[in-house]
C-alpha cells in the first residue's frame, strides 16, 4: 500500500535552515506528481509547493517562493523541502503528499513533521 | 493568494444530509473541473474523499458526493453518520497566479 513517511521536523531559530524528507514506498514514485502542504496549529491547510514526476517542473505559494525549495530523487523515491530564511509563521506540520492523477490534488498524504519556528 | 471561501461550520443530525460550499473565482473553482475535498479528523492527516468535482477514490462512501455551479463547489454528505464529525476542505487548481489553493475549512458536528 501506499506509505508517505516524513522526517526532518523539529525546533529551528528564525533565519535558520531546515531540510525535510518523505520516504515513499508502495507505488512507483517516479509516476507522480508530489506536494508540500502545510498545516498551522489550529488553522487550515495551506499547500506550499509541488513538483512533476520528472522535477522538471516546480511550483510554489508566494508565501516561500525564493526561501523554500522542493526536489525529488527518483533513484530513492524521495521527496525533498529545503527551507530557509525560516520564520515563525512558517511554524506548521508539514505533509507530504501524491498526486491524485489528473486531478492536481493531493491524494495520499503522509502523516506528517511538525517545524517550530522558534528563539 | 486568496483562500477558497467555505462556512466555518455546519451541523446536522444522524441521518440528515449537509452541504457545504467552496466559493472561488473563474482563476480557480469556475475555470476548471479540478475541485477536491478533504477530510480531517482531529490529529489526523487529512483524507482524499472527492477530486474532479465529483469523482469518489476507492473506499470513499457513496454518501459522500460533489458537484459545481458557477464559481460555487459542493460536497454533500447523506446519511450523516457519527464519524462524519470532522473537518472538510475543499482544494482547486488555480492559474492566478500558482497551481492549488486550499479553503479554509468547515467544521461538521453531529448532533
Known amino acids: 500500500q501506499v506509505q508517505l513517511v516524513e522526517s526532518g521536523g523539529g525546533v529551528v531559530q528564525p533565519g535558520k535552515s531546515l531540510r525535510l524528507s518523505c520516504a515513499a514506498s508502495?507505488?512507483?514514485?517516479?509516476?507522480?506528481?508530489m506536494y508540500w502542504v502545510r498545516q498551522a496549529p489550529g488553522k487550515g491547510l495551506e499547500w506550499v509547493a509541488a513538483i512533476s514526476n520528472d522535477g522538471s517542473n516546480k511550483y510554489y505559494a508566494d508565501s516561500v517562493k525564493g526561501r523554500f525549495t522542493i526536489s525529488r530523487d527518483n533513484s530513492k523515491n524521495t521527496l525533498y523541502l529545503q527551507m530557509n530564511s525560516l520564520r515563525a509563521e512558517d511554524t506548521a506540520v508539514f505533509y507530504c503528499a501524491r498526486d491524485q492523477p489528473d486531478s492536481y490534488s493531493p491524494g495520499h498524504w503522509g502523516q506528517g513533521t511538525l517545524v517550530t519556528v522558534s528563539s | 493568494q486568496s483562500a477558497l471561501t467555505q462556512p466555518a461550520s455546519v451541523s446536522g443530525s444522524p441521518g440528515q444530509s449537509i452541504t457545504i460550499s467552496c466559493t472561488g473565482t473563474?482563476?480557480?473553482?469556475?475555470?476548471?473541473?479540478?475541485v477536491s475535498w478533504y477530510q480531517q479528523h482531529p490529529g489526523k492527516a487529512p483524507k482524499l474523499m472527492i477530486y474532479g468535482v465529483g469523482n469518489r477514490p476507492s473506499g470513499v462512501p457513496d454518501r459522500f458526493s460533489g458537484s459545481k455551479s458557477g464559481n460555487t463547489a459542493s460536497l454533500t454528505v447523506s446519511g450523516l453518520q457519527p464519524e462524519d464529525e470532522a473537518d472538510y476542505y475543499c482544494s482547486s487548481y488555480t492559474s492566478s497566479p500558482t497551481y492549488v489553493v486550499f479553503g479554509g475549512g468547515t467544521k461538521v458536528t453531529v448532533l
Open positions: 508502495g507505488f512507483t514514485f517516479k509516476n507522480y506528481d
Open positions: 473563474s482563476s480557480d473553482v469556475g475555470g476548471y473541473n479540478y
